[in-house]
């Protein structure tokens, strides 16, 4: 599949040059989950931190209390894979859009800001990060109402019902040979880490031109999900 574009928060940033830095040196962190959006915590950066977390793509920040670089998860295994920085208006703070490896709170809680209770008796379960197709269900929705020149997907819309629909079927076909190729290795005993990675990307194709076709006939994918939630009843 090419072309899908996926919006990046507004001041997304690289570097730490236009960052206002306070008279203690560190900027704070506001760390936000990229499946749903869901606000984990706050913390602080100094310039090293925030040069450790590009260098390495795991989050870094600077420890108040131990006045020292702190990688998030250095003893927990709970790491933060940064997906995108961006920087407020003001540019005196940081919004960081992550894959956290488990809880990013000390009390097992999914979030810090979790009331004590929730911590105490819901420990953290990773999802699936089924919420983060709303953010491409969005991009798809906007794709569709201003058909920008470039866009695969609103290449895709331009060409009417046929033009989703047929994709759909070809991607439904790869992801049946993906997953027989995997079940071959499997029965081999080989390693299967590309028939994984190949099914994984087949099933991604077909479920984005799924919900492309879903756009062009102008149906909302809650409408899918109100069914599914029918079936499961019954």
Partial sequence: MSGIDIPSPAGLI???????????????????????????????????????????????????SQGRLWRKGETSGNALRLRSLALDCDGDALLAIVEPAGPACHRNSRSCFDPDDIAAVEPCVPGEGFAWLETLWSTIEDRARTRPGGSYTAKLLAAGVDGPARKVTEEATEVLIAAKDDAVAEAAGADRTASQAALAGEAADLLYHALVLLAERGLQPAAVIDTLRERHAG
């Fill in 14 to 64: 690289t570097d730490g040059t236009r960052v206002r830095w306070g008279p203690d040196g560190l900027v704070p962190v506001v760390v936000q989950d990229a499946a749903d959006g869901r606000v984990l915590m706050l913390a602080y950066a100094n310039a090293e931190a925030l040069a450790a977390t590009f260098a390495t793509g795991e989050v870094h920040f600077f420890s108040r």
